[in-house]
């Protein structure tokens, strides 16, 4: 197994711009990109997470094989050029691809830090993955680890009530401006992982109806289907603002896309209608100054924090803590994997001493003339031999006490027996 | 006797109405529902003890008692908590009945201050018109109260939400919409009042004065406060004047409807000021 490496490739809301995220040949379903990275030599067991924030990819590869670059290819598509690869794209290796991941399934990397959707998105994309039987024995283990550690970090640190009670606060807002939000219509600009919570708590108040926006159709109908809402693409914003009367925005626009005076008029269309906007968008989607317009509200991430009352040290101090967990779930997955090689060598050594003992064995019992027990009795002298004479070196293998020679005696073992093919 | 029943009916439901104050005080403070059931009681109670007082007042002097700055103030309160008792009814605007009864409270205050000396009536006002036009006009007056009160509700809630620090007031006004909501029901039945009582005192004025419109001083400010609210319902019906915008016009229009009850008559004078 040392000659097999865990690689990690991805473009993130923090590395990508949206446009160029949107445009990534593997930003669509998962069969296709699947098949797809199967069938990349060298590369044996695979994963792909596709959300609107993030595009990943975790493979478990052979170690000299052209899987980066095969990958990157198969990631950016036609989209862009290979020279432009390292300005978008993350490859982590090994240990920092298993920390890396952790990061994203505890939500310490996501745009809200502490939203839970991510998650279910983790295991939506590992059931694709494990229905195609592209992950094996290690993607199973690291992604099952993956989501314990999410859980681990959601039960001890306050890291998720964050995210949580923002959105409770949107919804709690909301109604004490709209009073009823029964009658109200949402519409959702982009498609981001907060954004899906905090409509799904409004959609808990019973809203009558969402409105997903967003730049590639595609994915606005995607989401508009979970909420049985309808799609429109981001040309309709306008015209969609006069009828919603909560907007949720998490572009991952890098500029400002509603100002000040494109409202306005808005608001005599709506005839003075009051409007909600929520902006959790990171940077900003929408123009502070909106908040000036009369029947206008606009909220944007840090105001909603600073309502539920969690202030920004406060939240620090937690996610340092789930970062620390995330460290430590690392390093004992790390430990697993060097197991790992450890275990195909014990088995060898146990293979080739009963191979031994079962051809001395029979040479020996025909030359004799014994009765059955006797028989017996030497057949169980010779096993617990071999098992006694390998009782030293099977637990100077399993001894954890120096890590970092592990290889090392993995190495001199296999050649002190001659333990020549590693599988 | 009657006297004296009607002095110490006053002084209980100055009572009654403070305890109704207290109770929807501390049902603002610690939001119980039981304390607010007992503060709708008290308030009723209190409802119920205005109307008798009216009664004995009307009994006692044998006119409709709205003549007098104390009756004209006492109707008011009178107009003011049935208004409010009839809106409750059929809606709900969370703690809207703590502000009432404050405005209420402070009404009967001043009430008990001024005169309660019954006068002989003056000849112009001896008409079966009185209780007509005046009751009208009061009647309106209740409603536009209302109007008023939840327009101050509405510039706190709405201040608290644009200033985005959430104070004392904030969890314990109502939502915004239902603030609006009020507004606009409150404006639309008090405006009704208002232009009938318009219309019934110029039609008397063309009986005891033998024109409909006098350009007295009360009639103008009447006028000028009719201008106000159908300007506001105007622009609400048109141009979707809403919120914050209709909040502080309805407390506008209120000031001006003080102003033609009290300014008038103490500034300004005039024909129409009989209750000296």
Known sequence: MPSDMILLLGVNHKTTPLAVREQLAMGNGYEQPLHALQGIAGCKECYLLSTCNRVEILVVAQEGAQVETHISRLLFGDSVAPEQYQDYLYIYRNDAAVHHLFMVSTSLDSMIVGEAQILGQLKEAYRHAAELKCTGPILNKLLHKSFSVAKRVRSETLIGASAVSI???????????????????????????????????????????????????????????????????????????????????????PNIILHKQDVKPIMRARRNEPIFFIDIAVPRDLDPELNDLSNVYLYDIDDLHNVVEINKSERDKEAIKALRIVDEESLKFQSWLDNLSVVPTITALRKKADEICQIELERTLCRLQLSPDEQKAIEKMALAISSRLLHDPVSFLKNTSCKEQHDVKVEMIRAAFDLADKN | MMGEISYLLFQALLAVNCMALVFYGVFFVKQKEKIRTVARLTLLAAGVLQTLYILFRYLQSGYTPITSQ????????????????SFRWRYTVKNFGTFISLLIFILLLIAAVASRAINPLPPALQSWWLPVHAGIAVISYGFLALAFCGGIMYLLQEHELKSKRFGYFFTRLPSLESLDQLNSHCLATGFVFLTLGIITGSIWARQAWGTYWHWDPKETWSLITWFLYAAQIHQRFSAGWRGKRAATMAIIGFISVLFTLWGVTYLLGGIHSYAQ
Not at chain 1, 194 to 218: C, D, F, P, S, Y
Not at chain 2, 70 to 85: C, K
């Open chain 1, 167 to 253: 959105s409770y606060a949107a919804v709690e807002l909301a109604k004490k401006i709209f009073g009823n939000l029964q009658n109200k219509n949402v519409l959702l600009i982009g498609a981001g992982e907060m954004a899906e919570l905090a409509a799904e708590h409004l959609i808990g108040q019973g809203v009558r109806k969402v409105v997903v926006a967003n730049r590639t159709l595609a994915r606005a109908m995607d989401l508009a289907k979970r909420f049985n809402g309808t799609a429109v693409s981001l040309d309709e914003l306008f015209s969609q603002l006069e009828l919603a009367d909560i907007v949720i925005s998490s572009t991952g626009a």
């Open chain 2, 70 to 85: 104390h009756e004209t103030i006492v109707f008011f309160a009178w107009s003011v908590t049935w208004a409010y008792l």
